[in-house]
């Protein structure tokens, strides 16, 4: 979280008549009525981006500070409308920057990786650039230069690439596999990429990577996952009985 972003944006909020209040929120325009997060970010979020007082990368970054007050998800629906609505796109800096910036943080980043991998990743309309401002474009920087900032980004931008088609992320996970510790987050972004519904892999290009991963013999799924590659299988649900012979197999 960024302590001045969340700030701005309960002042904000409180502008409007809607403050903290315990473990909810207050409205004036709903007096003797709990507020959840929630319900305040489906109420406020989308204003944002109607507030004549602020130029567009000062919503944005206001919107970014009601993430990190609320920590909604829905925040993030708001911010993706208002890049893909009439009116956008947002300017790319800010926009991807707050992604960056968010994902780096200790600060736990589930509404982004959501929204990443349910939003921006599932669309094939923006998950080239998308993936390229959060990973793809840096990852070199990544591996040669590793802090640990840009490794909780990595990790977390690598578990939810399941979606992201293989011609996008193939040059971004060969570099990955150079830096052992991104291995665990590579391994599950291809084992999301078998099992997801907007999954893709190359069969032997993945198991290529697969095997110069360095994971414990007994990591869960790793078993399966090599012999459905060596099997030559893209996707579980384009041959949904070859995991559960990989299973058997196992047994």
Known sequence: MTTRGAEAARRWLAERGVRAEGEGWTSDGEPGRRLTANEVAHSWAGEVFT????????????????????????????????????????????????????????????????SLWADWFEDRATVAAAFHEVLGGDIDRVVNEPTDALLRRARRVLKCTGPVPWPVKEAAYGSAVRLPALHPALFRGLLA??????????????????????????????????????????????SPPAWDDAIRARA
């Open 51 to 114: 507030d004549g007082g602020l130029d567009v990368p000062g919503r944005v970054r206001l919107a970014f500070g009601l993430l990190d007050l609320l920590g909604e998800y829905w925040v993030t629906c708001e911010i993706r409308m208002a890049d893909r609505g009439a009116t956008g796109p947002l300017p790319a800096d800010a926009l991807w920057d707050g992604y960056r910036r968010r994902l780096e943080a200790e600060e736990d980043a589930e509404a982004l990786t959501y």
């Open 193 to 238: 990429g078998y099992h997801d519904v907007y999954g893709e892999l190359e069969p032997s290009a993945a198991l290529t990577l697969l095997t110069r991963l360095d994971l414990p013999a007994d990591t869960e799924h790793l078993a399966e996952l090599r012999q459905v590659l060596t099997e030559g299988h893209r996707n579980h649900h384009l």
